[in-house]
């Protein structure tokens, strides 16, 4: 196990007073590489980064580092291996970004704490590459929630470690900060070795940056495995015990609850137009059906999701007679059809598909 794996836990539980919240905890993670934990709010994600730092004592089982068990390595030693990245909101006095950069250099420097010029190298290094070295003359505490967690960061690189855990490190970030973080946690994994454990809540971006998931549920890890492996039909609604909307795992995309009822508009769409429209009626509470589309379609998704119905037919097959027959009869029993196909525009449409358009225009209001 210990040749294999440069991190691992063995029969880890973890709780509070006693109490396990989530027990037997088998994670496996080799150098270079990238572990996130997802799961449901107060399913235990946090509890297991802070007993795999020491911050909390496990009720049992323990935790390996480069072959070696965690409650045996010293501070001093630890220091230099793991770094950490919590989103609670530090409040440093006087204190400018470097100077918190700079802190992450401590378990190199001598009892007063003074940097040489190799610890002020790093520290430029590890500003720059998470691109605040900006702000590096700045008061930490009038910079932005995201500024300071891309701080927090760069002193978390200029302990220069061997594994970075993170909780929910994306939090206050926008989306650009959100994916220069990973883009950076993700090459610094891949050219410098360094092994990465993390929470986060966005299930895109843990399943674009993950090299293995673990999944959070009940009182125990559900699943692991690759993101192909959790990314499975269904799985993910039931991990987060999902009851209104849908989670679509192959793209993944939420959908809020589809609009109930006979349909009142028909949206002939496809290759992603009609994706919009499906949303825009569902915000009007509107019921609507959707075709002919294929199974490998961009739109066919959120049409199974929104959708009162979807004429679908089977990738790459030839449309069929009932499914032609069932598209024209919801079309006469709408209000209107849009059209989301344009095929003045240029490139080839399926004849059914002119064959349906000409059909909607002849018997309804045709958009």
Known sequence: MSEEFFFYTKALSVGYHGTALVENIELKLKKGQILTLIGPNGAGKTTILRSIIGQLEPLRGAVFLDGRELGKISAGELAKKLSVVFTQRIRPEMMNCQQVVETGRYPYTGRFGILSDRDHQVVKESME???????????????????????????????????????????????????????????????????????????????????????????????????????????????????????????????????????????????????????????QGIPFATGILWENDLDYPAARSLAAEVVGEKAFYRVRENTMRRAKELIGGCREVICTLKPEAGGDLYPELLELMEYGKANCVFH
Do not use: W
Request: one cysteine or more; a negative charge; aromatic letters at 6%.
């Open 129 to 283: 590459l998470v691109k605040v070295s900006e702000i590096a003359g700045e008061p930490f505490e009038q910079i932005s929630d995201g500024q300071r967690q891309l701080v927090m960061l760069a002193r978390a690189l200029s302990q220069e470690p061997e594994v970075i855990v993170l909780d929910e490190p994306t939090t206050f970030l926008d989306i650009r900060h959100k994916l220069e973080f990973l883009s950076v946690l993700q090459r610094l994994s891949k050219e410098r070795g360094l092994s990465v454990i993390l929470s986060l809540h966005e299930l895109d971006l843990a399943e674009r940056i993950s090299d293995q998931i673990a999944c959070i549920r009940g009182e125990q890890v559900d699943r692991t495995g690759a993101p192909e492996e959790i990314f499975t039909q269904g799985y993910i609604r039931k991990l987060y015990g999902i009851r209104e909307g849908n989670y679509e795992e192959r793209t993944n995309t939420a959908e809020l609850p589809k609009q109930e009822g006979t349909p009142q508009v028909f949206v002939i769409g496809g290759n992603g137009t009609g994706t919009p429209v499906y949303r825009r009626l569902q915000r």
